[in-house]
């Protein structure tokens, strides 16, 4: 129970910065000026809370194993660090999201671990300009992604108010209209235009619920895709609305605003960004990125498993494919958490190094990501399947080769997947959860409630 405390007060206004640099600028509740603008990069937490959540883990294992009278204490350092990192990927990891279908092109990060991901089929919203639909869920909120239809020319969406006339009035008075011919009661509570370097036609907004729930989204276009808008929002779920923010509106609004503009904004791009310094690469179901004119090296056949090996110049690229292991399956959810065991044992590294861990959403195909400063060089890892197969994609640079190393994470990161649009309307699991737990998840009334509604709340106003 103190650690289940713990991780819930953590989530509440929290993101760990990663040192000096440029600081978050913008007119949107809960953006924070002493958070960098590269915080999105760090995908593992910092501060005096990571401290507090490695050293209880490290004492649940030592009581553990003082009360085991085989226990080999040997084994203890390795024991602890499996558990604070299984910790540190289940609960406290990132979300990476990709969206490249129906004319959308963006990338962007979630400060949160992934529950469970899904994206909705565009035929269910066939009368309305939405394009697509997808989120997820974590510990602590609901987290949805919508695009829309954009209308060419200088208006704010679709309406005939211009860009540059838009204010608060006119936003609240245009969203109250479409507000009022809900069934349910919503209100708007509040939002503005803003501005932010890279995104056009920007605004922000928080709708009210009954009982203090609030959905907040941010919402622009990209000058690659201005016929698109891009809709990204979240709101609390309703533990933390009762428990810690009460009747708090304006903590309400900050703590659901917070993470949008100090995590999700600066991370925003165009995820075709990454084409121009790639090539691709087949296998299975998936299209691959590499850097551009790496070359092939070899194929290797190691028992039922298969690997390419590719290099540009010393960074080494390795591709895999091999059946599932023992007691994973698709029907048990348990395939990237499988995974992640292995990685954390076997990848763990001499030295106990800490590893980095987000799930990594293509158009809502799942996969897992994991980055680990080996001696001498950085390991970068994606881990996806289909019902045959596991997929892996290894990266390893030097240290001494001069590519950053964000580059070559936006590089692994960035996969194309032949049956996409098959798996819309699909919950799938995430790295945040244990497969322990799935039964309880399936039985949530919150989280059975939202996989019912899988449509931005934004998304009907």
């Not at 201005?226 to 933390?240: E, M, V």
């Not at 080996?374 to 892996?392: C, I, P």
């Amino acid at each position: 129970m103190i650690l289940r405390r713990l991780l819930l007060l953590s989530c509440i206004g929290f993101i760990g910065t990663i040192g000096v640099s440029q600081a978050i600028d913008v007119n949107i509740p809960g953006a924070r000026p002493d958070i960098g603008k590269e915080a999105y990069q760090e995908y593992r937490i910092q501060g005096e809370f990571a401290k507090k959540v490695d050293d209880y883990q490290e004492s649940e294992v030592k009581k553990w194993a003082q009360h085991d009278p085989n226990y080999d204490n040997e084994k203890l350092d390795d024991d602890i660090y499996v558990v604070q990192e299984l910790t540190r990927a289940i609960h406290h990891s990132r979300s990476v999201y990709i969206i490249t279908e129906n004319g959308a092109d963006i990338k962007f990060t979630g400060s949160k671990e992934s529950i469970v991901g899904w994206s909705i089929d565009p035929k269910h919203m066939s009368k309305s300009s939405i394009k697509s639909v997808g989120g997820t869920i974590n510990a602590v909120s609901d987290f949805r992604y919508e695009t829309r239809q954009q209308p060419k020319g200088s208006k704010w969406e679709d309406t005939n108010i211009e860009y540059t006339d838009l204010n608060k009035s006119l936003l609240q008075n245009t969203l109250n209209e479409r507000l009022e011919k809900r069934k349910d009661s919503v209100r708007f509570v509040d939002g503005d235009v803003f501005t932010y370097p890279g995104l056009e036609k920007a605004t922000w907004d928080v709708i009210g619920f009954d009982d203090y729930l609030v959905v907040g989204t941010i919402n622009f276009t990209l000058a690659k895709t201005p016929t698109i808008s891009y809709h990204i929002g979240q709101s609390l779920n309703k533990d933390i609305i009762k428990n810690y923010i009460k009747g708090d509106t304006q903590r309400s609004i900050s703590d659901t605003m917070g993470p949008l503009a100090n995590f999700v904004l600066p991370s925003i791009k165009p995820a075709s960004d990454v084409l121009a310094y790639t090539d691709p690469v087949h296998l299975g179901p998936y299209t691959f990125r590499v850097l551009k004119n790496s070359e092939f090296k070899k194929h290797e056949v190691i028992g039922p498993a298969e690997y390419d090996v590719y290099m540009s110049g010393r960074i080494k690229a390795v591709f895999g494919k091999q059946p599932f292991i023992e007691g994973a399956s698709v029907e048990k959810q348990n395939i990237l958490h499988s995974y992640l065991r292995t990685v954390v044992k076997k990848y763990g590294l001499k030295g106990h190094k800490r590893l980095q861990y987000a799930t990594v959403w293509n158009n809502g195909v799942p996969a897992l990501y994991f980055e680990a400063n080996k001696e001498n060089g950085t390991l970068f890892g994606m881990v996806l399947y289909d019902n045959q197969y596991v997929y892996t994609y290894y990266l390893y640079k030097p240290d001494d080769v001069h590519v950053s190393n964000y580059k070559l994470r936006d590089t692994i990161q960035y996969v194309a997947a032949k049956y996409s649009k098959a798996w819309n309307d699909k919950a799938f699991v995430g790295i945040g959860i244990s497969p322990v737990m799935l039964d309880v998840i399936q039985t949530n009334p919150t989280i059975r409630d939202i996989m019912k509604d899988k449509t931005l709340s934004t998304s009907k106003k």
